[in-house]
């Protein structure tokens, strides 16, 4: 990527400025270091390059890659004028030649969800008489209530448990964080896990803030979180993946009555095209929509 330094300081671009995840911001490095090498090898620079220059990559990566989607070429075109964007920082360049192209139209998918009564099914199938059932009663039905990613859940720490205000606090991407109302069929179902499994899972000399252990008293991993979730859906007789649950979560808000508003604040949204609303909430307002057309609420 041309001067080692170059790379460093894009890598802190994202990181500072942008507030990308960590795995967001290392794949944005790797298709960066592709483009710069197509440069070398075929006479530009990137303080130079043209929009047409930007478009020939394009082809050629799908030419070298037949199944590349159209959701595959708009995360490259974003990697690339998100590069520009730092090069114009720096002074390299005046214009982002990206921005005269035309991002590819996306289909759009529906996401799978499942109905309250699978859901309801899904988690009664968990056997609550042993520990490991106990955190994943826990576990599954705090995805549920809240709306968290798999990520979400995973970095989740006991300090971010607050009982007394019905809150959750969560990290979500770039690492920014959103409080959540717990409900209260999360909140019992924590405090059991708290109270009657965790400390079974913790080990002598082995200290962790992570709210859920696995049995060597590290945190869980999602990996973990995947397999428990398609074992008990497999003997609940239902489909999805642990991020259905989430899907599910914001649809039967939707269902029970609640505004777009309010469910982009609650998932953690940050992009127009995922809720198309941009208005904050206060933590009084999220509390009450969620209270009143969450069925765990």
């Not at 930007?54 to 199944?67: L, P």
């Not at 921005?99 to 289909?107: H, N």
């Not at 988690?123 to 826990?138: K, P, Y």
């Not at 576990?139 to 809150?167: H, M, P, Q, T």
Request: hydrophobic content about 35%.
């Amino acid at each position: 990527m041309g001067d080692q330094w170059t790379e460093r300081a894009f890598e802190d671009y994202l990181n500072i400025e942008l507030r990308m995840a960590d795995n967001t911001v290392e794949t944005y490095i790797r298709e960066i270091r592709e483009f710069i090498l197509w440069l070398v090898n075929n006479g530009h620079k990137a303080s130079t390059v043209e929009a047409e220059s930007v478009s020939e990559y394009i082809i050629f990566r799908q030419s070298i890659d037949c199944t590349l989607s159209a959701r595959t070429v708009s995360k490259i075109l974003s990697t690339l004028k998100s590069y520009f964007e730092f090069i114009i920082q720096v002074g390299q360049r005046k214009d982002n030649p990206v921005r005269l192209l035309d991002m590819p139209r996306l289909a759009r998918h529906l996401p799978e969800v499942m109905t309250i009564e699978e859901v309801d099914l899904f988690l009664q199938e968990i056997d609550c008489t042993s520990l490991s059932g106990l955190r994943d009663r826990a576990l599954f039905e705090l995805i549920y209530s809240c709306g968290l990613r798999v990520s979400e859940a995973v970095g989740l720490n006991v300090g971010d448990l607050y009982f007394e205000e019905g809150l959750i606090k969560v990290t979500g991407k770039g690492g920014k964080e959103r409080l959540i109302p717990l409900g209260e069929r999360a909140e019992h179902w924590l405090k059991m896990y708290l109270l009657e499994a965790r400390p079974g899972f913790c080990r002598p000399g082995k200290v962790t803030e992570a709210l859920f252990l696995n049995r060597l008293g590290g945190g869980l991993s999602r990996k973990g979180m995947w397999k428990r979730f398609r074992e008990t859906a497999e003997r609940a007789g239902v489909s999805g993946k642990i991020h259905t649950l989430r899907h599910s979560f914001a649809t039967h808000l939707l269902q029970g009555g609640a505004d777009l508003r309010s469910v982009q604040e609650l998932l953690g949204h940050s992009d127009i095209s995922t809720t198309q609303i941009y208005t904050h909430l206060n933590c009084d307002d999220l509390q009450s929509a969620h209270k009143e057309y969450h069925p765990r609420g």
